[in-house]
């Protein structure tokens, strides 16, 4: 009996390269791909006889969480291993909260990928070792990861705001300094302050962050 997997991302690339990787070995079956949470609830719909998901978490309309949380109050027996790029930690509390039943990074090897669906079939639970550690911290101490996810009391001015969209959308330090029409001094200073009140390291950071706190 062949292993029948449905894919659920909404980067067509990303599937493509999944469906690589399960094409190697004889005992996988791909069904079918959706490309998000709700198209994945109506292909269910249709057709239920699936053994695993690999589920992207970032996705429009039903995110990846939702949908784990919804394909496992109606298809109990269906497994869930999230595929994603990121391994934080909110993520990957939220997933266990919703039910999934392990946890991989995208650019897994197709091996590791093969064992990981094959241990959790067997009651196991797929994660790489970078995840194991942070989900052995999650248990630890979970009232510290229910705390970041509340959202904090971040004062942003109304010009470190039209900053932040700005840079959010990738334009240069130039770009932004020409459509806010401030010098590119200016525009690093801004951007500096940003980031001590946020607390972050980087341009990827900050903008997470933002969205996170509802800033931008």
């Known amino acids: 009996m062949k292993i029948k997997i449905a894919i659920t991302d909404d980067n067509s690339f990303l599937i493509a390269a999944i469906k690589e990787k399960l094409s190697f070995f004889d005992d996988l079956e791909f069904k079918f791909s959706a490309k998000h949470g709700a198209d994945l609830l109506e292909k269910l719909d249709e057709n239920r006889n699936i053994d695993l998901i690999l589920m992207d978490i970032e996705m429009p309309v039903l995110n990846g969480i939702e949908a784990t949380e919804a394909v496992k109050k109606k298809y109990p027996h269906i497994k869930i291993i999230m595929l994603t790029v990121f391994d934080n930690d909110e993520h990957i509390f939220n997933a266990i909260k919703a039910g999934?039943?392990?946890?991989?990074?995208?650019?897994?090897?197709?091996?590791?990928?093969?064992?990981?669906?094959?241990?959790?079939?067997?009651?196991?639970?797929?994660?790489?070792p970078s995840i194991a550690m942070k989900t052995l911290k999650l248990l630890r101490n979970p009232l510290e990861i229910?705390?970041?996810?509340?959202?904090?009391?971040?004062?942003?001015?109304?010009?470190?705001?039209?900053?932040?969209?700005q840079l959010s959308k990738g334009l240069s330090y130039n770009l932004i300094a020409e459509n806010l029409f401030l010098s590119r001094g200016t525009v690093r200073k801004h951007i500096e302050n940003i980031y001590k009140k946020l607390q972050v390291h980087n341009k990827l950071e900050a903008v997470q962050k933002a969205q996170k706190n509802n800033l931008i």
């Open 100 to 128: 999934a039943d392990g946890y991989l990074l995208k650019e897994v090897n197709a091996k590791d990928l093969h064992d990981g669906i094959l241990e959790t079939l067997n009651g196991g639970a797929a994660m790489n």
């Open 146 to 165: 229910e705390n970041q996810n509340q959202t904090e009391d971040i004062k942003l001015t109304k010009r470190e705001v039209e900053v932040l969209e």
